[in-house]
């Protein structure tokens, strides 16, 4: 019953209405996560890089010395021994800064249940920050991937996480490899999996790429190129064509039996790599006008300099 777990939750936590902030997220740990809560509904964003992401010349909003060392002092922490002196973090200014607005607040619960989330030391000590985006589950909306200029990709996609692709005008993007990835005890709960080019994120209506099954087709070389795609959006002063993102998709088919959460089930590791078109659009137009010239001159026509005799 809902109410009843409404009930335990306010009892246990107070009454929450609001919380915001920013966190820090294992297997996206280039930006800030957004947090944005509002009754039953919590939203999570990409926001701005971590500091220690960029060179401290491009803090974006650092313009003053005291807005500086606020944010200099992100990069320490307390020495656990000495409870006084300051060592540099090696994670830079990673952290998690949330605010919770309500009535009744159980500060001591909310603050052990956030502790509850955080990874352990053994996971953090194994922990990576170059690791492929998607390597972690979680029931986020994967962040789109932003691709200008020419660079390998390699990342991991499951059921119910769909991967973003940003192509930028005059670029492209070959879709080299899919590959099923599952422990041995898992091939019996799973089908097949079917991996989907969507065109909407709102709508499956895709192509489907491959279709997967363990021990049988794990495996699916492919050369594909991926061109920008535009959408014709409404706007106050006409319609404007908007790049829109690649949507691939992973589908999991179960067998009947099986009863555990498909996006643990199994993950697919998709390779491709991005690379600048040939030629611009640009270049093509300019392409198509020199053409013209040169038909205007063999018929001798509109000429600068031409024989009028």
Not at 175 to 186: E, F, P, R, S, T
Request: glycine share 6%; proline share 5%.
């Amino acid at each position: 019953n809902n109410n009843n777990e409404t009930k335990d939750l306010e009892d246990k936590y107070g009454c929450i209405l609001r919380s915001k902030g920013i966190c820090w997220i294992a297997g996206r740990d280039d930006h800030e996560i957004g947090w944005h809560q509002a009754g039953r509904i919590i939203h999570f964003n990409a926001a701005k890089e971590w500091y220690c992401r960029t060179s401290p010349d491009e803090w974006d909003g650092v313009d003053t010395e005291e807005v500086r060392a606020l944010v200099e002092a992100k990069f320490y922490e307390t020495d656990n021994e000495t409870q006084k002196n300051r060592v540099r973090c090696e994670y830079g200014d990673r952290r998690q800064e949330l605010v919770f607005i309500g009535t009744r607040l159980q500060q001591t619960a909310l603050e052990q249940a956030l502790e509850n989330c955080l990874m352990n030391d053994d996971e953090m000590q194994t922990h990576d920050m170059d690791l492929p985006m998607g390597y972690y589950p979680d029931p986020i909306i994967p962040f789109p991937v932003p691709c200008m200029g020419s660079q390998s990709l390699f990342v991991t996609a499951r059921h119910g996480q769909k991967l973003h692709l940003q192509i930028f005008p005059e670029y492209s993007f070959t879709l080299d490899n899919l590959a099923l990835n599952m422990g041995i005890d898992d091939e019996e709960d799973v089908k097949a999996v079917k991996v989907w080019l969507d065109n909407s994120y709102h709508a499956d209506r895709g192509v489907l790429l491959a279709t997967l099954r363990p021990q049988v087709y794990e495996q699916h070389s492919i050369s594909l190129p991926l061109l920008p795609r535009e959408e014709q959006h409404n706007h106050e002063h006409g319609d404007e064509a908007v790049i829109t993102d690649r949507i691939i998709r992973v589908e999991v088919i179960p067998e009947k039996h099986q009863t555990k959460d498909l996006m643990l089930l199994c993950e697919v590791h998709i390779a491709g790599r991005f690379e600048p078109l040939p030629y611009s659009a640009l270049e093509h137009e300019h392409d198509d006008e020199d053409d013209d010239e040169e038909e205007v001159d063999e018929d001798g026509e509109d000429c600068n300099g031409c024989d009028a005799n």
